[in-house]
């Protein structure tokens, strides 16, 4: 029978995995995953997400093991990898398919793959208008896709029969350096439990509180959200299986908040399919003349979470340290970037890159496009969140005291702004510029700033 190849990429599940399930069903499977920091180039994988995919790859490996099988583990070139495995095996190749530009190339260069569904709720190029035509707005590609919900019932895991791999030769996994050595800065992390077993257990523990999601999201002080993007990002849970988990545990319409914010996820999918290059290039020509200011120190600021901002120190601190930053959070440290401080978003969105554990390229180039408004669906530039103001809006000062300890001893209505506190300041024992920073910039002042760049650009 002929050896069937699984080629495992950000899909590291062995539940609702119709790549493995279609393997399975016709012969004996080969596990492997390849290392390919060549073909992304530039967008090879950042060093938080390394650390996850260390403990995600150790998991689904002790997990085959289990089962009788073995997980072969390569680096290089991942077309060439597969395509000289597949020779030397005599396999037939089957993975999941992905909408990454780079995913295109590692299959065209793989040789034959019988490429699957599961990356996404619906496949993005079959969404599409009566026209025929694709979608680049989010609502009516929403009705639309919810014209396709929900998903299939997500497959159990298939009976495997393991080929014999006791001759294959394989990488140690420790071999590859994807936890960092001296300093290791992943001891924040450890709340978190990479594999599909981590994830089912996160998706579960969220279905609990799922009713509460709509009124909790926005306040990044609560355990509103799921935080079950790193395992998504990674595929260790099918979007169909927490679309039903969640859907099942409080029903269609109270789960349809959340099952939207999921929908987004599947929307940039849609957008990349479309924009190859989104993560590089704004889709708005006019923002190809944006006058970014150059301004490492500035960079450097906001990336230790050292910009005089409450709220945007604590977002940017609580990514170092956790891998992982609250939605509404990330919408306000990106703003403070590219308008307050004029910075390019590319910036933002490379130190996102290489920080977040659910880095993915769609929703880190859409979250990104959306906030500067030059991406296809996108905020307007002339909408700029005021950090202070959000900061009290979403109910942040519990946040705050906890990712910026310095500020602890300000009540909790003068710490969205500690240059206003006045007296409140001396009590709690802080000097601006010797124990927490000024503000960085004005708000007013680089409100004005921004919108004159942006008058400028738009006139030229
Ligand atoms: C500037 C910026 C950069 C971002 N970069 C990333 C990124 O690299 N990776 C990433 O997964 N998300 C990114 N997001 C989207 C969003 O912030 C995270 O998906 C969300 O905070 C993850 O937390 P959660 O799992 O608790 O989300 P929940 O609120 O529980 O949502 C469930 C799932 O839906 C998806 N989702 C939720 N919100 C969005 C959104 N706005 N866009 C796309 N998918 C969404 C995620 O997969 C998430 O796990 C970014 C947002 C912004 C503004």
């Known amino acids: 029978m002929t050896v069937q190849l699984v080629w495992f990429r950000n899909d590291l599940r062995l539940t609702d995995h119709a790549a493995l399930a279609a393997a399975a069903a016709a012969g004996p499977v080969l596990a492997l995953y390849v290392l390919d920091d060549e073909t992304p180039g530039a967008w090879a994988m950042g060093a938080a997400q390394r650390w996850w995919l260390h403990h995600s790859l150790a998991a689904l490996s002790a997990q085959?093991?289990?089962?009788?099988?073995?997980l072969v583990l390569r680096r290089g070139r991942a077309g060439a990898v597969v395509r000289a495995l597949a020779a030397a095996t005599g396999a037939r190749v089957t993975a999941i398919r992905h909408h990454e530009p780079w995913a295109a190339v590692q299959e065209a260069e793989a040789g034959p793959v019988s490429l699957f569904h599961g990356a996404t709720l619906a496949p993005p190029d079959q969404v599409i208008s009566g026209s025929g035509g694709r979608y680049r707005i989010f609502t009516p590609w929403w009705r639309k896709l919810l014209e396709q919900m929900?998903?299939?019932?997500?497959q159990p895991m298939p009976d495997v029969r393991w080929a014999d791999a006791a001759n294959l030769a394989t990488d140690d996994l420790g071999s590859w350096g994807l936890l960092p050595t001296a300093p290791d800065w992943s001891g924040?992390?450890?709340?978190?439990?990479?594999?599909e077993a981590g994830a089912l257990a996160r998706l579960k523990a969220f279905a609990a509180r799922a009713a509460g999601y709509d009124a909790a999201r926005n306040?990044?002080?609560?355990?509103?959200?799921s935080r079950l993007s790193p395992h998504l990002a990674l595929g260790e849970v099918s979007p169909a299986t927490a679309w039903h988990a969640i859907a099942d545990a409080v029903g269609q319409d109270v789960a349809e908040p959340w099952l939207r914010e999921l929908g987004w996820r599947d929307f940039s999918a849609n957008i990349i399919d479309q924009f190859p290059d989104h993560g590089d290039a704004p889709n708005r020509a006019a923002f190809a003349r944006f006058p970014f200011r150059d301004d490492p120190a500035g960079l450097k600021a906001w990336e230790?979470?050292?910009t005089g901002y409450p709220i945007v120190d604590a977002g940017m601190r609580q990514l170092w340290a956790t891998g992982w930053m609250h939605n509404r959070v990330r919408m306000i440290t990106a703003s403070f970037l590219v308008k307050h401080q004029l910075i390019d978003w590319r910036n933002g969105e490379r130190w996102f890159w290489d920080t977040l554990l659910d880095a993915d390229y769609g929703n880190n180039a859409q979250g990104w496009q959306w906030v500067m408004g030059s991406g296809v669906d996108s905020s307007p530039f002339n909408r700029i969140f005021a950090p202070v103001g959000q900061s009290a809006k979403f109910d942040a000062a519990a946040y705050i005291r906890r990712w910026v300890p310095e500020l602890a001893g300000l009540p909790d209505a003068l710490i969205h702004a500690p240059w206003q506190a006045g007296t409140a300041l001396i009590r709690a024992g802080v000097k601006l510029g010797r124990d927490y920073p000024a503000p960085i910039v004005d708000h007013d002042a680089a409100r004005a700033r921004a919108l004159a760049a942006w008058a400028a650009v738009k006139a030229a």
Request: hydrophobic share 25%.
């Open 150 to 154: 929900p998903p299939p019932r997500p």
């Open 188 to 195: 924040g992390f450890a709340d978190w439990q990479p594999g």
């Open 219 to 225: 306040l990044p002080g609560e355990e509103g959200t």
């Open 304 to 306: 230790r979470g050292e």
């Open 64 to 70: 085959i093991v289990s089962l009788g099988g073995r």
